[in-house]
């Protein structure tokens, strides 16, 4: 048992935000003793959820013991107002400079929540609202759980972070869930991008035992507590299946892991041993196990690393460096999209979702207007199928995304951006157009992914008002927005550009009018090594799998058949313009896009991976081929080299900036911190560039 005190508790880390637990007897119609509630609460409203340090699980430790001395029939453990509690108090882990540390936090948490499986009267968690990671380990270490209608989040988010649930998490689930739904809540929704469960997914899972309306929610909890503690409601427990289905379980887990991290991940791969533990549904050995593993990714860099991401995409992304004042912000209430392709179909749709201002879209014939706006029509009518949104909204929303093919269309627009071909000519040409109809201070935005925004509004009467809105593909699901200042971008249209983005829920970065900005550039540096070493005679599979070290979303090749390689190709060719020393252009891509191939690999009917031999004829090799590990090396030399030009440029503020876009723009992992923590830890960064980009303990265990 780690009994600290409360002075031991606030000297392990001084700053945290406690979330205080206090016990009050309650009456409960039907039950001839009391009930003991004990609410969680840090003092803070719903924008900042309860979480558990050291002096929290003191506190929570000391609330039980009042609780259970008072002799209830029952204990009860809910959360102030829409929140139950989220977990760990990163900060406090994120603190953490010695192995001791991270064992008295695992052990900390370990012992306060096993008093409500081992209470002698039960114990009920009523989750009233967001329950995640530590939160959802308190709510089951108790014997049953009720849970609201409304609540928000619910997940163990930890391997998405680096970590796993090391409370208690990796051996109560699978034991009350069964391991292979256990699976999907650990593995399977963290690793795709932290997905939530919602409130009648648990219940379908049995997280919870029953669930009630939000209005009198903690009445109804406190009556079917009654009728659990007289016998008259006995919940189901499901029968855990410990043989082969658990042996399925883990080798699906397995499966996954190694598919989405390719084993570079530690906190992952330990809960995969702690999921194999769990079989035995031995606590002690389990919680000993997960403390142990607990301190070994605690005391990694890749955990530095995936929380200096979380806090990346927490705190930087909704504070963004270099953003002018937000009162400056002029009011949008009509938006015109210059084109109706798939690209600016998609924004059209999220545009008018975000912002309920009338939308209109324009193209050089009414069939592609036409077919720009029966995809949002179609795309809406989806969402109503879905129950995602209303039959009513469903109409507003249709009503107010229309067409045009005069650009007068625009004369009340506030904000008008372009998704056209990218052809700088053809841009120029389509601003110049808009001008003459829109007023001098509608924003001009262009969704160009590589192209000098500068040189695009030379030409205008109002250069000033014309900014970069660079949005990655699919839309509505990649977080990031490139926002990018040009030559002659004025504060005001700034600022309207993020007031925009921000309405849009989108994560925005503010960037230099560079070449392909920041991802585009960064990936096809990456990418461009790449197929350098496989025109030097390197194998294609050799060349694929020689960064799967990285443990990358996706494969290189596997990219470039996602973005196409006709696009990937233009953006080459744009930065082998602006930067002919460090960006090629691969004659073998060239006849492969000629050829109109749009993809490296086959795969038949069992799903087997194969070159396509059409690919391998055509592309002309080398007779120098590289090892796995020398194009790893190489590709990786090249990052960190283009990141200090980028850095020496201004291109973004800082290098935080870089990984955030790498986070959000490119879905590389967490794990990474983006890029540059893995650069620096790895030694590559002042290999190629003589110094580090982030100081020694940001991003990494402090010395």
């Not at 009994?3 to 119609?29: G, N, Y």
């Not at 530590?134 to 209608?149: F, K």
């Not at 009414?366 to 009513?392: I, M, N, P, T």
């Not at 991976?609 to 592309?619: C, G, N, R, S, Y």
Request: glycine share 8%.
């Amino acid at each position: 048992m780690t009994a600290l005190t409360a002075d031991e508790a606030k000297a392990l880390f001084p700053d945290e935000v406690v979330t205080h637990a206090r016990t009050k007897l309650i009456t409960v119609p039907g039950l001839d003793g009391q009930v003991a509630l004990i609410t969680i609460d840090n003092g803070h409203d719903h924008t900042r959820p309860s979480t558990f340090g050291p002096q929290s699980l003191v506190s929570l430790s000391a609330a039980f013991d009042e609780a259970a001395a008072a002799s209830p029939v029952a204990i009860a453990v809910t959360g102030k107002p829409f929140v139950f509690a989220v977990g760990a108090d990163l900060t406090a882990v994120e603190g953490a400079s010695e192995r001791s540390q991270a064992v008295t936090i695992g052990q900390l948490g370990h012992d306060v929540f096993r008093k409500f499986t081992e209470s002698s009267v039960p114990t009920f968690a009523f989750v009233n609202g967001a329950v995640m990671g530590g939160g959802l380990e308190l709510a089951l270490s108790c014997h049953y759980r009720t849970l609201a209608s409304n609540a928000a989040a619910i997940a163990l988010p930890e391997v998405f972070l680096g970590l796993f649930p090391g409370w208690g998490g990796t051996q109560l689930l699978p034991n009350l869930i069964g391991p292979n739904d256990a699976v999907t809540v650990i593995f399977e929704n963290a690793l795709n991008q932290n997905k939530m469960l919602n409130p009648k997914q648990a219940l379908d899972l049995g997280i919870a035992d029953v669930l009630f309306d939000s209005a009198d929610y903690l009445e109804q909890s406190l009556l079917w507590l009654a009728s659990v503690v007289r016998g008259d409601v006995v919940p189901a427990r499901r029968e855990i299946d410990r043989g082969e289905g658990w042996d399925a379980a883990v080798a699906r887990a397995r499966a996954i892991v190694e598919g989405k991290t390719k084993g570079a991940a530690p906190g992952a791969l330990k809960a995969l041993e702690l999921l194999e533990l769990a079989r035995a549904n031995d606590l002690d050995a389990g919680y000993a196990a997960e403390t142990e593993a607990l301190a070994d990714v605690v005391m990694s860099d890749e955990l530095r690393a995936g929380l200096y991401s979380f806090n990346l995409v927490q705190k930087r992304a909704k504070r963004p460096a270099g953003a002018p004042d937000k009162s400056l912000a002029r009011k949008v209430t009509k938006v015109g999209i210059v084109g109706a392709g798939l690209m600016a179909s998609q924004m059209a749709l999220l545009f008018a979702r975000r912002l309920e201002v009338p939308v209109v879209l324009t193209d050089i014939d009414q069939a592609r207007v036409d077919k720009g706006v029966g995809y949002v029509h179609a795309e809406v009518d989806k969402l109503l199928g879905k129950g995602r949104v209303s039959a009513d909204k469903a109409n507003r929303l249709k009503a107010l995304v229309s067409g045009s093919l005069d650009k007068a269309a625009f004369s009340d627009a506030d904000f008008v951006i372009e998704a056209v071909f990218e052809d700088l000519g053809v841009k120029q040409k389509v601003f110049a157009e808009v001008e003459e109809f829109v007023s001098p201070e509608a924003v001009l935005a262009t969704n160009t992914s590589s192209l000098s925004i500068t040189e695009m509004a030379s030409g205008l009467k109002h250069p000033e008002r014309v900014v970069g809105f660079h949005f990655f593909n699919p839309v509505a699901i990649m977080p990031l927005l490139e926002i990018v200042r040009a030559g002659q971008t004025d504060d005001a249209t700034l600022a309207t550009a993020f007031a925009v983005g921000k309405q849009l829920k989108k994560s925005s970065v503010l960037v230099k009018d560079a070449p392909a900005f920041v991802v585009n550039r960064l990936l096809t540096r990456f990418m461009g090594e790449v197929v350098k070493s496989i025109d030097e005679g390197t194998p294609f599979e050799v060349a694929d799998k020689a960064t799967e070290p990285l443990g990358l979303p996706m494969s290189p090749l596997i990219l470039l058949q996602l973005v196409g390689p006709a696009v990937a190709l233009h953006v080459a060719e744009t930065m082998h313009a602006a930067f002919p020393d460090r960006f090629g252009v691969s004659e073998n891509m060239k006849a492969f896009v000629k050829a109109g191939k749009t993809a490296v690999y086959q795969w038949d009917s069992a799903g087997r991976q194969t070159v396509d031999p059409e690919v391998q004829a055509l592309w002309s090799f080398g007779d120098k081929p590289l090892t796995g590990d020398e194009v790893f090396a190489r590709a990786l030399e090249a990052l960190a080299e283009e990141i200090r030009i980028m850095l020496d440029e201004g291109v973004v503020a800082e290098a935080q900036d870089i990984d955030l876009c790498m986070i959000l723009g490119a879905g590389w992992p967490f794990w990474l911190g983006g890029i540059t923590p893995y650069l620096d830890r790895s030694g590559i960064s002042e290999k190629v560039t003589g110094k580090r980009f982030l100081a020694p303990g940001v991003a990494s265990v402090p010395a």
